[in-house]
C-alpha cells in the first residue's frame, strides 16, 4: 500500500485514476479547483480531500503538509489540472494565455517545488500531464502546445535536480481523451471525425488508457524510471497517418 497525492482528482482522468488506485488498496490525498464534485468522489472513496487553486503556491504545499501528517509519508504526486484552448496566436487573448499558461505550467512547477520539499527524505514518483500537441506542430494549438512543452522541459529538469533524492519525475503525454473537458470538441460529428483523423490509429483515446500509465508510473516497482515522456496519444505526437479518403 502507498500514499498518492491526486491533483486534479475530480475531472476525467483524475477520476479514472483514483479509482484504480483505490481498487489496488492505496490511500489516496485527493484535490481539485471545484469543490463539489472533488467531495462527492472522496466521499465514495472514504478518502481525504482538500479543495484548492493549484496555482497557488502555498495552498499546492499545504496541501503536501496535509497528506505528510494524514499518512506518515508521501509515495507519489500527480498533477492533472489542465485546460483546453484552440485558438491561433492572433485571436488569443492576453487573458486566455496567462490562464492557459496558469492552468497547465503554472500548476505544474508548483507540484515539483512541494514534492521537492517534501519527499526528499523518502524519495517517490511525480507525474505531470503534457500533451501529444507539445511533440509535433498542431494549428491552433499555441498557447497550450507552448504550455505543455513547459511542463517537459520542467519535468527533466526537476528529474536531474532530484534524482539524488530519488525522486522520480515522469510526463505522460495523451492524444485527445473523452472526458468532461474534451466534450465541447467532440460534441459534433465533425469534430468527431476530425479529431480522430489526426490520430494515426483513427480513435479517440478513453480515461482509463491514460490513468493505467500513470499508476505504472507511480508503482515503486519501475522505479528505474525517470526523466521521461510517454505518449499515451494513438500517434499524435510522433507519427502521421496515411490521408483517410
Do not use: C
Not at 484535490?31 to 495552498?59: H, I, R, S, V
Amino acid at each position: 500500500m502507498a500514499n498518492y497525492i491526486i491533483i486534479g482528482a475530480s475531472g476525467g482522468i483524475g477520476t479514472s485514476l483514483s479509482h484504480q488506485l483505490h481498487a489496488a488498496g492505496h490511500q489516496l490525498f485527493l484535490a481539485a479547483q471545484q469543490a463539489e464534485p472533488l467531495e462527492n468522489l472522496a466521499t465514495e472513496l472514504n478518502m481525504p480531500f482538500l479543495a484548492l487553486d493549484a496555482k497557488n503556491g502555498d495552498a499546492v504545499q499545504q496541501l503536501f503538509k496535509d497528506a505528510q501528517n494524514t499518512f506518515g509519508s508521501i509515495d507519489g504526486a500527480v498533477n492533472l489540472a489542465g485546460s483546453i484552448l484552440l485558438k491561433p496566436a492572433h485571436l488569443t487573448s492576453d487573458d486566455e494565455w496567462q490562464s492557459t499558461i496558469g492552468t497547465n505550467l503554472t500548476t505544474a512547477f508548483q507540484v515539483v517545488k512541494a514534492a521537492a520539499k517534501t519527499m526528499r527524505k523518502n524519495g517517490g514518483s511525480v507525474v505531470l500531464m503534457s500533451s501529444g500537441v507539445a511533440r509535433s506542430g498542431f494549428a491552433n494549438h499555441e498557447a497550450i502546445a507552448a504550455a505543455k512543452a513547459g511542463v517537459n522541459g520542467l519535468m527533466m529538469a526537476a528529474a536531474a535536480s532530484y534524482a539524488s533524492s530519488n525522486i522520480r519525475f515522469n510526463v505522460v503525454a495523451p492524444g485527445l481523451v473523452r472526458t468532461p473537458l474534451s466534450e465541447p470538441v467532440l460534441s459534433t460529428e465533425a469534430g468527431e471525425k476530425v479529431s480522430r483523423a489526426m490520430h494515426a490509429l483513427n480513435s479517440i483515446g478513453d480515461a482509463e488508457q491514460v490513468a493505467r500509465m500513470i499508476s505504472w508510473l507511480l508503482d515503486p516497482q519501475n522505479n528505474w524510471v525517470t526523466g521521461q515522456v510517454f505518449g499515451v496519444d494513438g500517434g499524435l505526437g510522433t507519427i502521421h497517418p496515411k490521408v483517410r479518403i
